[in-house]
């Protein structure tokens, strides 16, 4: 079973554009001053969408190995659609009210002395629509050069 698992092609080509888009977010945020803060490995935002190379190469996958008029692959489409248009729609928008409100609450903090405020939300949560763009081009690309490479 353990064996099964661990060929499924399925299974190992997103999980491999997910973290392979992890640490370029990692290696990009080190690259621009950042410097090195692993939570950037698990974290969602950023460049590139990890959710989006995820569920792409899961499409590609599922049409490459299932054929593209199954079922099984109109399915993995639209769950794709579904996440990537929630990563670049959805989340950026809460993204970016998370930057008003922290706003907001700074300038509370500094005209009154309220000390039980909560912590910063977080602002980086959601995709711009390129970052959604790099990261699905990613993930179709591995799961294409992984399968066509595997099938020589």
Known sequence: M?????TNE?????ISAWAIAQLTK???ALLQGKGLDFRYLVSSGGMPSAHSALVTSLA???????????TVFGITVILALIVMY???????SVSQ????????????RLRHSITNLE????ELLGHTPFQVIVGAFSGFA?????ITIAAM
């Open 26 to 28: 990692t290696s990009i």
């Open 60 to 70: 590609t996958t599922v049409g490459m190995t299932q054929g593209f008029g199954s």
């Open 119 to 122: 912590a910063d939300m977080r």
């Open 97 to 108: 009210q998370s930057v008003v409100l922290n706003r907001i609450v700074r300038e509370l």
């Open 2 to 6: 353990f064996y099964e698992v661990i």
């Open 86 to 92: 929630d990563a670049a729609g959805v989340r950026q």
């Open 142 to 146: 591995l799961a294409w050069l992984w």
């Open 10 to 14: 399925a299974l190992v080509i997103p």
